[in-house]
C-alpha cells in the first residue's frame, strides 16, 4: 500500500524558513513525477512545485525564486525548502505523486496524496 506523509509544518514569521518533508513508502517512485501542492481556506488546491522523474523542476510563479524542489536518490522523500514566506503562503501544504512522470502535475491526475501539513505565516 502506497503511502505518503508529510511532516515539517508549523507557524513562523513572515520572511521566515520552513523545509517540508515528505516520506514515501509502499513501492518504488522512480519513475514517478513527485511534487507539492496548497490548499488556502476556501480557495481550490493548487500546484505548488515538481520534481520529474528525471530531476527536472517546475514551480508555480507564485513561489519560484523562493522555495525549492528536491528528493533523495531513492525517491523516498521529497522536500520542499520555502524561504521568505508571505501570509499568501498560508495553506495546508500537500505532497502527491504521478506516475506520467512529467514535469507537469494536476490534480486530478496524481495517483496517490498525503494528508497534508499546515504551514502558517504570520505578519
Known amino acids: 500500500q502506497a503511502r505518503l506523509v508529510e511532516s515539517g509544518g508549523g507557524l513562523v514569521e513572515l520572511g521566515g524558513s520552513l523545509t517540508l518533508s515528505c516520506a514515501a513508502s509502499?513501492?518504488?517512485?522512480?519513475?514517478?513525477?513527485m511534487g507539492w501542492f496548497r490548499q488556502a481556506p476556501g480557495k481550490e488546491r493548487e500546484f505548488v512545485a515538481v520534481i520529474s522523474w528525471n530531476g527536472v523542476t517546475y514551480y508555480a510563479d507564485s513561489v519560484k525564486g523562493r522555495f525549492t524542489i528536491s528528493s533523495d536518490n531513492g525517491r523516498t522523500t521529497v522536500y520542499l525548502q520555502m524561504n521568505s514566506l508571505k501570509p499568501e503562503d498560508t495553506a495546508v501544504y500537500y505532497c502527491?505523486?504521478?506516475?506520467?512522470?512529467?514535469?507537469?502535475?494536476?490534480?486530478?491526475?496524481?495517483?496517490?496524496w498525503g494528508q497534508g501539513t499546515q504551514v502558517t505565516v504570520s505578519s
Open positions: 509502499g513501492r518504488s517512485f522512480n519513475r514517478y513525477a
Open positions: 502527491a505523486v504521478d506516475r506520467r512522470g512529467s514535469g507537469t502535475m494536476y490534480v486530478g491526475e496524481c495517483d496517490y
